[in-house]
């Protein structure tokens, strides 16, 4: 079965830490470029980071630049999204996607075209 399950989410209080984790089963992650959304409470989907198939190219919204950190294993099948000082306002669902694309190519945050979704992990930042 081709899916993606995200894992990690949970209740952090702020300025703390959480890594989400997106596994790939049915498919090898490695042919794909993956992106990480959230969706917070009647807030549209937004794309937060994206990472290349060779994770040469990276790119972060603005809003969370230099708390978050994407990376993937492609041994594991599995890409991160490593989140620190964590703020209120990143409370949200959180989704891994992905999109079949070229070695070389990079990634863009603001595509929404995808191949795969997983179901999401929520992360609910709050004293």
């Known amino acids: 079965q081709v899916q993606l399950v995200e894992s990690g989410g949970g209740l952090v209080q702020p300025g703390g830490s959480l890594r989400l984790s997106c596994a790939a089963s049915?498919?090898?992650?490695?042919?794909?470029?993956i992106t990480w959304f959230r969706q917070a409470p009647g807030k549209e989907r937004e794309g937060v980071s994206c990472i290349s198939r060779s994770s040469v190219n990276k790119n972060y919204a603005d809003s969370i630049k230099g708390r978050f950190t994407i990376s993937r294993d492609n041994a594991k099948n599995t890409a991160y999204l490593q989140m620190n000082s964590l703020k209120p306002e990143d409370t949200a669902v959180y989704y891994c996607?992905?999109?079949?694309?070229?070695?070389?190519?990079?990634?863009?945050?603001?595509?929404?075209?995808?191949?795969?979704w997983g179901k999401g992990t929520l992360v609910t930042v709050s004293s």
């Open positions: 996607a992905a999109y079949r694309g070229r070695l070389l190519l990079g990634c863009r945050i603001d595509r929404s075209d995808m191949d795969y």
């Open positions: 049915g498919f090898t992650l490695d042919d794909y470029i």
